[in-house]
């Protein structure tokens, strides 16, 4: 079994308009890797250049924030994770 990500609206454009994307992974940050893997082109808008999180970037695992510290905490078969992102301007 593996783990299901919840794709943000403004990112499916990545995920050939998949609103759910299922991947393996021990950690955030395998399951997140892996779905770049899967789809190189939301790399960049996820990760900075040390696969650091965007500020913008806010991971739910199972609908609770994971934040702080994301990006390590640990993940099952069958945690769902979701992608948002804080959207700004005027």
Known sequence: MSIKINIHVTHRQYTNNQKTIEVDGGTVKEALLNLCGKYPDI???L???KNQLLRHI???INSESAYPDELNKTVAPGDE???TAFLSGG
Do not use: G
């Open 47 to 49: 990760f900075n250049e």
């Open 43 to 45: 790399k960049p808008q």
């Open 81 to 83: 994770l979701h992608i």
């Open 58 to 60: 806010e991971i739910y």
